[in-house]
């Protein structure tokens, strides 16, 4: 028997790259108002508040005037980048081209950035005033406490009756962001009818995405700040808003300064706020 036989065994690499599962991208930035591209540290979003109509009861009375009110909310762009290297002589030991894959890991480390700045803005304090240097924290009454339980049907029906008793446009669309677990207590609720259950599991099989007139997005990237209840959102889309300084770009070049080494680099600047607060409801949910 030979002991050196072992040289002689075949060694088989694969000629591509598995990226690990990740939340690809950004799943809110389709749910919020866009405001594109955006020149300046800030980008200001204004308001103008409802008005009430005068009953006309004299003939020849002079106009009257509504005095419309005004306000702006403020939000300041944020830059991220990414960046790794591969080295020049990395790439002779390997089968597979690594600039793809990374650039493909570094963009959707970049879209979950975005996320996390859509979520702060949904549940975090907006600023507003003409200069946005005025703290406006969600309001009690756009919040939802969470009653020692998960998420569930009731829950999702005060979320409702907030935004239409706020006179939110039922025409606009409504999105709701949760996690798996709010999943789970809507599937696992005893107030759900049998039409409600069954909606329910279609949504869990992906047969569907909508219950209640609202638009499901996972997340895992949800708070929990008190380490037991996690907080779900439920909004209209013109609630929020986000404004972009610079899109994702990548750019993939040589580093002299590391030795030739390859770098992929990924860069984007944005800023979210919340919009308005009447079409924005905070869900504290058990989590345990």
């Excluded at 009861?57 to 790794?84: C, E, F, G, I, Q």
């Excluded at 406006?136 to 907030?162: D, F, M």
Aim: charge should be neutral; aromatic fraction near 6%.
């Amino acid at each position: 028997m030979s002991f050196s036989i072992t040289t002689a065994f075949v060694q088989q690499y694969k000629g591509n790259v598995m990226i690990l599962s990740q939340q690809k991208g950004s799943r809110l930035r389709r749910a919020v108002r866009d405001d594109g591209d955006i020149v300046g540290k800030n980008v200001y979003f204004d308001r103008i508040g409802a008005t009430a109509a005068v009953k006309n009861t004299t003939r020849h009375a002079d106009t009257p005037l509504s005095n419309t009110p005004h306000s702006r909310r403020r939000a300041s762009l944020v830059d991220y980048d990414w960046a790794d290297l591969i080295d020049k002589l990395d790439k002779v030991k390997m089968l597979a081209s690594m600039e793809s894959p990374y650039a493909i890991n570094g963009g959707n480390a970049m879209g979950r950035a975005m996320d996390d700045e859509i979520i702060d803005a949904l549940g975090g304090n907006a600023f507003e005033g003409e200069d946005g240097s005025t703290i406006t924290p969600l309001p009690a009454a756009q919040k939802i406490a969470v009653g020692g339980a998960g998420l569930t049907i009731a829950k999702l029906r005060s979320a409702k009756e907030i935004l239409d008793l706020s006179d939110v446009d039922p025409d606009e669309p409504r999105y709701i962001v949760l996690g798996p677990k709010q999943v789970t207590n809507l599937l696992a609720t005893t107030e759900v009818t049998s039409s409600d259950f069954n909606t329910v599991k279609a949504l869990v099989a992906g047969q569907i995405n909508a219950f209640m007139g609202f638009e499901f997005i996972l997340s895992n990237r949800l708070l929990k700040p008190n380490g037991t209840d996690r907080l779900i959102y439920v909004w209209a889309k013109s609630g929020v808003g986000l404004g972009i300084g610079q899109e994702m770009e990548t750019d993939i070049a040589p580093r002299k300064d590391k030795r030739n080494a390859t770098q992929v680099y990924i860069c984007q600047s944005l800023g979210a706020t919340r919009v308005e607060d009447a079409k924005v409801v905070e869900i504290a949910c058990l989590e345990t």
